[in-house]
């Protein structure tokens, strides 16, 4: 009876993790970088949002370095 007991929990256990670890790709959905709210927090700067294969990412802008 508690070989029984013990094989229920060590089963629920299995789940909730299984449960809880598909779940990883969790962010912001969007199509365009205008989906993306306006309050999402980047480094100040040379970092801003863009929305890169339907998720809100803030990605690093590089500026271009004029020769004159």
């Known amino acids: 009876m508690a070989q029984i007991l013990i094989l229920f929990y060590v089963m629920t256990i299995f789940i ?3 449960l809880v670890s598909t779940n990883v ?6 199509r365009n970088v205008y989906d993306c709210p306006k309050a999402t927090y980047c480094r100040a700067g040379s970092h801003r949002v863009q929305c890169i294969k339907h998720q809100c990412k803030c990605v690093r802008i590089f500026e271009s370095i004029d020769p004159a």
């Open 25 to 30: 790709d969790a962010g912001i959905r969007c």
């Open 16 to 18: 909730y993790l299984f």
